[in-house]
Nanobody
Framework: QVHLVESGGGLVQTGGSLRLSCAAS????????MGWFRQAPGKEREFVAR????????DYADSVKGRFAISRDNAKNTVYLQMNSLKPEDTAVYYC?????????????????WGQGTQVTASS
C-alpha cells in the first residue's frame, strides 16, 4: 500500500517557478515508477512527467519539455516536480501517481495509486 500526498502548489505569475513535492508512505515506494498528471477545468487528465524506479530515466510531455524537471529521492520516499517559466496554460490540479510499470505510465492504465492533487495557478 502506498499513500501519496502532494504539496507545493500555489499562485504564481507567468514566468515564475514552483516546486511540487509528493511524499509517499509505505515501504514499496522504491518499487514504483512515479510521475505527475494534471487536469485543467473542463479538460481530461493529461500526462506531465514520469521517472523510473531508480530515477535514471525521465520523460516529459512536449508541452513542458525544457521547463519542468522531475526527480526522486528514494531515501525520503519523495518525488519532485520543478516547474519553471510557468504559463497560464499550465494552470491545473496536479496529481502525483505511482505505477509499477514505467512503460505504460503515460496511459494511466496501470497506475496503482493517486494523490489528492494540488492546485497550480499561473496568472498572466
Amino acid at each position: 500500500q502506498v499513500h501519496l500526498v502532494e504539496s507545493g502548489g500555489g499562485l504564481v505569475q507567468t514566468g515564475g517557478s514552483l516546486r511540487l513535492s509528493c511524499a509517499a508512505s509505505g515501504r514499496s515506494f522504491s518499487h514504483y515508477a512515479m510521475g505527475w498528471f494534471r487536469q485543467a477545468p473542463g479538460k481530461e487528465r493529461e500526462f506531465v512527467a514520469r521517472i523510473s524506479v531508480r530515477g535514471g530515466i525521465q520523460d516529459y510531455a512536449d508541452s513542458v519539455k525544457g521547463r519542468f524537471a522531475i526527480s526522486r529521492d528514494n531515501a525520503k520516499n519523495t518525488v519532485y516536480l520543478q516547474m519553471n517559466s510557468l504559463k497560464p496554460e499550465d494552470t491545473a490540479v496536479y496529481y502525483c501517481a505511482a505505477d509499477p510499470v514505467y512503460s505504460t505510465f503515460v496511459t494511466m492504465t496501470s497506475v496503482d495509486y493517486w494523490g489528492q492533487g494540488t492546485q497550480v495557478t499561473a496568472s498572466s
